[in-house]
Structures are given as C-alpha cells and as structure tokens.
C-alpha cells in the first residue's frame, strides 16, 4: 500500500517535472552568462523581469571560463546571452563559433558604430578608458604627453603596469600597432619594459597603490578602478588614491584608449527574442545611467550624461578606432608583448 501510494506521489511528480521542463522552454524567459559581478548586474535584470515578466536566470564566472564554457556546451549550451568586458574577448567569443548576429535599428542607432561589431556580433553597453595616472607629488601633468612618450628614458623604473598576459593591456597594445605599425610598436614596448619599476604584478588597482606608494610615479589602469577606490569602502584605496591623478594621454593626435563592456547573443540561444530584449533594456536611458555610475563608467550612448565623479575627471578625446581592430590585433599584440620581454 505505501509502496504503490509512494509510486503514484513519484508519477505526478514526473508529470511535474516534466510539465515544468516543457514550460520552460517557452515560458517567458532568457539565460545570461555574465562576467561580471552579480551585484553589479542583478538589480537591472530584476528591473527588467518586472517590467517584461521575462525571468532571467544569472550564472555569473570568470570571463574566459565562462567563453570556455559556452564551448564546451556548444548547441547544447542554455546561455542566450553573454555579457564581458573587454572588445578583445567579445572578439574572441565571435572567433570561437559561439555568438550569432543580431541586427537591431535600435542597437544600431543608439550605440555609436565604434562601440559595436560591424558584422553586429557584439554591442558594447558601458565604456572606460585606461589613461595614465600620476603621483601628484612627484610629477607635473605638463611634463606627460603620450603612451609612447613613457618609452623615454625620463620615466626608467617609474612605470607600474600589470602583465601581459592580461587583456586590458593586449587591447591597449593592439590599438598602439593599428596607430603605429608593429615595428614601432615592439621598440615602444621593449623601452618601457626597461622603464618598468618591477615585473608586472597584480591587477590595475595595484599599479595605482603602487605609484601612491612611492614605488613609481606613473600607472596605467581603467578608469573605473579609480573610480572604485576614490569612493571605496577601504580608507587606505581611498587615501592612495587622493595621492594620484589622472592624464588623458594623445589628446594632440588619435586620443586615449578607451575599452567597453558588451553584450552578445550566444549561437544556439533558444530565447532570441527575449535576449535581445535584454539587451535593448540595457542600453536603454534609465539602465545606461544606472549601469554606467554602479560601474564607474561611462555610459555607451552620447545622449545619457556621465556620473559627477567621472565628470570631474574632466572631458578628452578618445581614440575612435572601431573595437573590434582590438580583436583583430590581439594575437600579434601578444606576440609581440612576448618578444619585448613584457612578462
Ligand atoms: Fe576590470
């Protein structure tokens, strides 16, 4: 008797479930890999789930292993939508098979054509820049100029930058041979490994921390960084960085580097409209302001104003080469990293 009543609870459980599992696939919702922190991220798919109904279900990672992931998976992969930093890793995504086109007017017309994949693969959603800082103390802004004035022989062991290896300074790099040709470029390189105060070592805040230390007088990070220590929690981030401030670099010529974080619509995406409903309601005015000050960034669109901090950093001129070119150059920016020594 309980043997027969448990096997009739264990049928009407497998009906559930598989009226559950048969719901699903077209119930109103999207799947996101996102690499970005679920905090940073969370509020705006929940804005979004309730103004759509749509759900969205977050796995959050680190972004390489997220790209490996959606490999491995391949068709059988549940994301829709891959959100990353960096041009150069949504190019690596594009290259590795797992993202579709999309075209979208509204995407197009909102999102200015170098922020985006020209074959429409990709569409960046928030912008930062990776200028040079400086040590107030020991260094006048009028003295600094360029990325590649800090190859002279004036700043030798004054540079803090983090390795190689990451893609911050492979996108930077890559956008230095597009300006100036390979050959300058790995000359450029090999100088400012020698102007490096030590090997690379951990990430942007650190070189930040460094220079405020007095282990080097200039330091290369991302804008949001900077942002993230002046109004951080931790009161040492923020003392240090009331030591530094900020040079936008090639104001005279192409201007400065600048990155995005984007959105893509993965290959095998079983909610394609949803997803690039969500990728619409990010790059709408109340989401770009909101995800761009939670960020300490600059918002993708031309029409929604930067937050007052970034404001104070004052405005500049930045290089307006189409990201993708980033992707385009990263194998040989690595390679050529290599060669100079840049570990
Ligand atoms: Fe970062």
Partial sequence: MIYSSFRSILAVACILTSVSV?????????NVYSARKEALIKPLLNRFTKETGIKVNLVT???DALLKRL?????NSPADVLITTDAGRLHRAKQ????????????QQIIPASYRDPDGYWYGLSVRARPVFYTKDRVNATDLSTYEQLADKQFKGQICIRSS??????????????????????????QLVENMAHPPRGGDRDQIRAAASGECTIAIANTYYF???????????RTAASKM?????????????????????????????????????????????????????YPVRNDVEASALL?????????????????????????????????
């Fill in 245 to 297: 401030a900020l040079f936008w670099p090639n104001q005279n010529d192409r201007g400065t580097h600048v990155n995005i974080s984007g959105a893509a619509i993965t290959k095998h995406a079983s909610h394609q409209a949803n997803a690039l409903l969500l990728i619409e309601f990010l790059a709408n005015k109340p989401s770009q302001k909101w995800y761009a000050e939670t960020n300490y960034e």
């Fill in 22 to 30: 048969s719901a699903n696939t077209t119930s109103a919702e999207v």
């Fill in 61 to 63: 990672g680190k972004a």
């Fill in 165 to 190: 290896n990451n893609i911050y300074n492979q996108s930077l790099v890559a956008s230095m041979i597009k300006a100036n040709g390979i050959e300058k470029t790995e000359l450029w390189a090999k």
């Fill in 71 to 75: 490999q491995t998976e391949g068709r």
């Fill in 96 to 107: 590795a098979n797992v993202l579709q086109p999309v075209q979208s007017a509204t995407l």
């Fill in 311 to 343: 404001k104070s950093w004052g405005e500049f001129k930045s290089d307006a080469l189409n990201l993708s070119i980033l992707g385009q150059y990263n194998a040989e920016a690595v390679k050529l990293m290599d060669r100079a020594g840049w570990k």
């Fill in 227 to 237: 942002g993230a220590m002046v109004s951080g929690k931790k009161q040492k981030d």
